[in-house]
């Protein structure tokens, strides 16, 4: 059964430093997403993707992060200068068309020093 | 405000018994979703509705779209069951996300 990867499985960084969360979406799906999980906390949207470009960003969603759909399988979320708050777990999802199911992989911790 | 409420928070059953888990939202939506997310973090999603009921082995959902209610229930309840069932909604429109709630632990005890 197709499913969503994500890597690395934990992250650990240094306050200001840059870092590259992976993503590889199910292979016929359309739109991507970035959801985060602050320990604790409930799930909370980032970003949405769809047709190369941002369809939609929360308010956390700054400056400071990026994403890129760089070669047609990988779906990054970069981080520019990583702050404590930072931390969380963070969940890529994959639907195949707007308001359709979404399929979650399994999180990359980040933890930032 | 766009806010999905979860009751209980908490919730401990003994193995057999059968669980409902509930959800209320504040505004009209496109669908709705229940998902369980086990120790270690991974989401599963388990069902999206936006009408009526569905059902999935020992798992049912309903919805009540008029009184922006929806139930996930759990029949025969396991051990295995043990997560956290967090439920999401979809607003629809111009937007994509989801908006979660706080979710539901629940602990199944043998």
């Known amino acids: 059964e197709p499913e969503v990867t994500q890597t690395p499985s934990h992250q650990v960084t240094q306050m200001g430093q840059e870092v590259i969360l992976r993503c590889v979406p199910i292979?016929?799906?359309?739109?991507f997403y970035w959801y985060r999980q602050i320990l604790g906390q409930k799930v909370e949207f980032l970003v949405s993707f769809y047709n190369n470009e941002i369809s939609e960003k929360s308010e956390i969603f700054d400056d400071q992060f990026s994403v890129e759909r760089p070669d047609g399988s990988n779906f990054t979320l970069k981080i520019r200068s990583t702050k404590l708050e930072d931390s969380a777990m963070y969940f890529c999802a994959s639907s195949l068309g707007r308001n359709n199911e979404q399929f979650f992989g399994p999180g990359t911790r980040l933890t930032v020093l | 405000k766009n806010e999905v409420e979860q009751s209980p928070q908490n919730l401990t059953a003994q193995e057999g018994e059968f669980i409902t888990i509930n959800c209320s939202y504040s505004?009209?939506?496109?669908?709705l979703h229940w998902l369980q997310q086990h120790p270690g973090g991974g989401i599963v999603s388990l069902f999206m509705?936006?009408?009526g009921k569905k059902k999935h082995g020992r798992l049912i959902a309903t919805i009540n779209i008029q009184e922006k209610h929806s139930s996930l229930h759990i029949t025969a309840s396991h051990p295995r069951d043990s997560a956290v069932y967090i439920c999401a909604v979809d607003y629809g429109g111009a937007t994509n996300k989801l908006i979660f709630g706080t979710g539901t632990l629940l602990a199944v005890q043998p």
């Open positions: 505004v009209g939506i496109s669908a």
């Open positions: 509705l936006s009408s």
């Open positions: 292979s016929n799906h359309l739109y």
